[in-house]
């Protein structure tokens, strides 16, 4: 009789025959949060493992002449993940650590985030193994181009939308729908969104993720009956989410006391000065070296005293070990799969309170919708009315699965998943399979 290998994974771990995540990757994380929500969906159970495949992964070559005349190979993916309730949404990423499996767990966290808030979206992600801090603008609007046209397989208005994630930004977004467009022979300002405003972007886009984390931090601090003046909140991450959700808060009367970008950590007990560290970045690119406050060891940040903590930066950053060392009674996610599953099971022993990346950072995706939508009818909304309707979206988002959990007794990322997974199984019953 064959013995089957020895694994600690569980279950469909296996089931895929190009990857074997870890436990605590990308991948398996995702997997795991998919397995506690299993017993919440009744009947539409008999479907989830769609949930668990991704529906297809496209790896490409992008080969640059660099400015130095020699040529470089760089590796591209876009993975649409699950199409089931409308057209693949989700970023793009640049990134020296970027892998398929990553994609394929970033494009799966997409699927599950655009039905939490009800977009009538599928989820997708794209990304490229390249540490664009290296190139020259020539060199990233050629690998930005080329990306664009291998991954023209997939992508469309229609079809799959890439937008801004980690290290891509508006004038990617803008390279990327001429790449398009010129392939197609039409202007195409629908197929990416996260573009300039300019360019058929929308107004409050940029800030949009950030602004969503705060509206999710204010409610549950209002379902709570907690007042955010005063609260201590540290920032994982310095960039579009975590720089945006600092300056909210500060703002709102919270205090910022510790922020950590990927070159350092600095920290100041009585609040940071949120507007002149964004400054600081601005000039230097790094938090390091800020006047107003004083440098801190990355590993303690993990231990500083706050009442919130908000992870913007990438994933896995919260360890079991780390999730036992927080000071912090609630966790905003502000980036996408922060915490792995063995330090979700120690921060929920410790009664502290996790809103979940797929609701908590919504925001940006939300925005996108609205740019989306703007983009076809050719008729632009102004600012408030995009805050004001991104508002109410989270909040009543958020409020039903606040809801569940109560009713459910169970975590707010169990009850975010139920409530996703169940609007996505649903349409996957629906519409049936073919043949
Ligand atoms: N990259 C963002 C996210 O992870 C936004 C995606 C989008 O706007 O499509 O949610």
Not at 181 to 209: D, F, Q
Not at 223 to 246: C, D, P, W
Request: hydrophobic share 45%.
């Amino acid at each position: 009789m064959l013995s089957k290998p020895a694994s600690t994974l569980t279950g469909d771990l296996q089931a895929l025959s190009y990857v074997r995540p870890e436990p605590d990757s990308a991948w398996g994380t995702y997997l795991a949060q998919v397995d506690s929500v299993i017993p919440y969906l009744g009947s539409l159970s008999r479907w989830a493992d769609t949930l668990k495949r991704p529906k297809r992964a496209l790896i490409v070559d992008i080969p640059i002449e660099m400015d130095d005349g020699t040529v470089r190979h760089f590796e591209g993916y876009r993975v649409q993940h699950n199409l089931s309730r409308g057209p693949g949404k989700g970023g793009v990423r640049y990134h020296p650590g970027v892998t398929l499996e990553e994609v394929m767990a970033l494009s799966a966290w997409m699927t599950v985030k655009n039905a939490a808030v009800n977009l009538p979206y599928g989820g997708a992600k794209g990304g490229v193994r390249v540490d664009p801090h290296q190139l020259s603008v020539r060199e990233l609007e050629k690998v930005t181009r080329r990306y664009t046209s291998e991954i023209g397989l997939l992508i469309g208005p229609q079809r799959d939308i890439p937008a801004p994630d980690v290290n891509t930004n508006g004038q990617i977004m803008a390279w990327m729908m001429d790449t398009y467009s010129a392939n197609v022979g039409a202007t195409a300002t629908g197929v990416v969104t996260g573009k300039p405003v300019h360019l058929g972007g929308s107004l409050g886009r940029v800030k949009a993720t950030g602004r969503g984390v705060f509206i999710a931090g204010r409610e549950a601090l209002r379902r709570q009956k907690l007042a955010l003046e005063g609260v201590r909140v540290a920032v994982q991450g310095f960039g579009n989410v975590g720089s945006v959700a600092a300056e909210l808060f500060a703002q709102a009367g919270a205090r910022v006391v510790a922020v950590q970008d990927d070159t350092g950590t600095v920290y100041r007990d009585a609040g940071l000065d949120v507007p002149a560290l964004q400054a600081h970045r601005a000039e230097h690119g790094s938090v390091q070296g800020f006047a107003g406050a004083e440098p801190l060891d990355d590993e303690r940040f993990w231990d500083v005293p706050c009442d919130i903590l908000i992870p913007a930066a990438l994933e896995g950053q919260i360890t079991a070990d780390r999730a036992t060392r927080l000071q912090a009674w609630m966790v905003l996610e502000g980036a996408n799969g922060p915490t792995v599953p063995a330090a979700d099971a120690v921060l929920a022993e410790r009664g502290i309170l996790v809103v979940p990346d797929v609701i908590c950072n919504a925001g940006g995706v939300t925005v996108s919708y609205f740019e989306w939508v703007q983009d076809f009818s050719s008729y632009f909304w102004t600012e408030a009315e995009i805050n004001d309707r991104l508002d109410k979206i989270m909040v009543d988002a958020l409020g039903a699965i606040w809801d569940k959990a109560d009713a459910l007794q169970i975590s707010l990322r169990t009850a975010a998943f139920a409530v996703a997974c169940e609007r996505i199984l649903l349409a996957r019953q629906d519409r049936g399979l073919y043949p």
